[in-house]
């Protein structure tokens, strides 16, 4: 039956400054060009009937640098604004290290990890997942029941807040859940939308 899999865009280059980076549109990295086209290896020889990732740059050239490759090029390819990037509100463009030092560590860790602590100005884990399950709802899940493979690249925290979902993951569990830059996770479905398989690639 239907296939999900769900990409983490490559390292960009926020992430390589070790910056706040939530709504900013900033590009990859070399090294998340790198990684965007390990995830194209990777997936060698998956079929694909549908593929989307957010409206944010670092996601968008990741999924570019896969549909390149000439077994996908006919891929239908959608730009989702509820698939962007947890809004990280006032601590945008601040380094996460130097924050740490000004508000504690514990405090930066509730901010970045908790469910439904908000980050000042920003969205909670909670509000960010509410949006990424009502468009996988309405739009991805009818077309995987009716068989169709899907691809989804999008960012750390929305694939959190969507694999809490599709696993079931307690507060506490998602907590601990970290999604590595290129990260690849696969999930196959029943008829009943039963997970039947998952694996990371
Ligand atoms: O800065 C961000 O937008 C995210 C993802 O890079 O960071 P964090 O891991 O702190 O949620």
Redesign the pocket.
């Known amino acids: 039956m239907g296939l999900l899999v769900l990409v983490r865009h490559g390292e960009?280059t926020?992430?390589l400054a070790n910056?706040?980076?939530?709504w900013l549109d900033v590009a990859l990295s070399p090294k998340g060009d790198e990684e965007a086209q390990l995830v194209a290896e990777k997936l060698r020889g998956y079929h694909f009937d549908a593929a989307y990732s957010s409206t944010l740059i670092r996601a968008e050239r990741t999924l570019d640098i896969i549909v390149a490759r000439p077994a996908w090029a006919t891929i239908p390819v959608h730009h989702i604004e509820a698939l962007k990037?947890?809004m990280?509100g006032d601590l945008q463009g601040l380094n996460?290290a130097e924050i740490a030092l000004k508000y504690g560590q514990e405090q930066v860790d509730i901010w970045?990890?908790s469910y439904d602590v908000a980050p000042p100005g920003g969205e909670s884990l909670q509000q960010t997942q509410a949006r990424t399950v009502k468009f996988y709802e309405a739009e991805i899940v009818p077309q995987l029941r009716a068989g169709k493979n899907i691809l989804i690249v999008s960012?750390?925290?929305t694939l959190r807040g969507l694999r809490m979902y599709l696993e079931h993951l307690t507060p506490e569990q998602v907590m601990a859940l970290e999604i590595v830059t290129g990260g690849v996770h696969v999930y196959r479905f029943d008829a009943e939308m039963k997970i039947v398989e998952t694996r990371n690639l």
């Open positions: 960009s926020a992430n910056v706040f980076t939530g990037e947890r990280y996460k970045r990890r960012h750390g925290n």
